[in-house]
């Protein structure tokens, strides 16, 4: 089962996912890193970049879980736009290092298989971050997606756009679909790390953790990968039924084993 790790707040999460990402790249300076978007990973990312200076990011690799269909990339909410501004040029990133699946109509057939491509030939993501979509989503793998799904093309649930709708002036400039990695390509990633923080997660992600396998919470595919590091806050926590035992045994972890 995944480790879960309940955290004061989301800053403290953001400094043991920071931790663990220092450890890899030290161990690996050209690590592969899956870099989700959203609220969800900027502690981790304004952790890290507490870090730049001691730790040299700049041989480091990144593919982004998704982007928009049908935004154009210079759009400041286009993922191409939110992951060079709060990770590449914060984090001294080489951008010609960091790729994130192309949405563009010219490329869109192929923009799946390309994505694929150039993962397995970067040999596979190390360490991929995770956020939850309040209807269980991870990427934008969206109620219904396939365990062995693939880097395609998705239809947003109106649920997504309209939790989404606070990045753009108003629901109906959300796009309607996205190209998302696929449940089957995120779980090849070595490791995964699920976070969570607020009240509003907290329904998807007791799913995620406790409840059965089903495309229809695609969380719940996290149970299928033998390395993954839940971490949330007491909020997002609040419908595990295990809490208690999760805490005992981070609590008692062994030193030597990390995250
Ligand atoms: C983002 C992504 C999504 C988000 C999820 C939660 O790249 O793939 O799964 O992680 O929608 O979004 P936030 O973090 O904004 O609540």
């Known amino acids: ?19 663990e990402i220092e450890r890899l790249v030290r161990e690996r300076p050209d690590a592969v890193l899956g870099l ?23 041989r ?20 191409r736009s939110v992951i060079t501004r709060e990770v590449v040029e914060p984090l001294g990133l080489d951008p010609r290092l960091v790729r994130v699946p192309d949405g563009g109509a010219a490329t869109i057939r192929h923009a799946g298989d390309d994505y694929e491509a150039a993962i397995a030939e970067a040999g596979g993501v190390d360490l991929q971050i995770l956020g939850i979509g309040t209807d269980g989503h991870i990427g ?4 219904g997606s396939s365990f062995a799904s693939r880097t395609r093309v998705k239809t947003l649930t109106e649920q997504t756009r309209s939790d989404n709708a606070r990045f753009f002036a108003s629901i ?25 923080f607020g009240e509003q997660k907290a329904q998807a992600i007791a ?8 495309a229809m919470l695609p969380g719940s595919a996290i ?3 033998p390395h993954t590091t839940v971490v949330v806050d007491e909020a997002a926590a609040s419908l595990l039924a295990q809490a208690d035992y ?14």
């Open 1 to 19: 089962m995944a480790e879960v790790v309940i955290v004061e707040n989301p800053a403290a999460a953001g400094e043991l996912v920071a931790a």
């Open 36 to 58: 989700a978007t959203g609220s969800t990973p900027l502690p981790v990312y304004e952790a890290l970049r507490r870090r730049v200076g001691a730790l040299e990011l700049g």
């Open 60 to 79: 480091v690799r990144g593919f982004a879980l998704d982007e928009y269909v049908g935004l154009d990339p210079a759009h400041p909410e286009s993922y």
């Open 140 to 143: 934008f793998n969206e109620p």
């Open 172 to 196: 109906d400039d959300v796009p309607r679909h996205c190209i998302t990695q696929g449940l089957g390509t995120i779980l090849e990633a070595r490791h995964l790390v699920l976070l969570a």
């Open 207 to 214: 799913a995620a953790v406790e409840g059965p396998l089903s």
């Open 223 to 225: 149970q299928l990968h």
């Open 246 to 259: 999760y805490r005992y045994t981070f609590a008692h972890k062994p030193d030597w084993q990390g995250l």
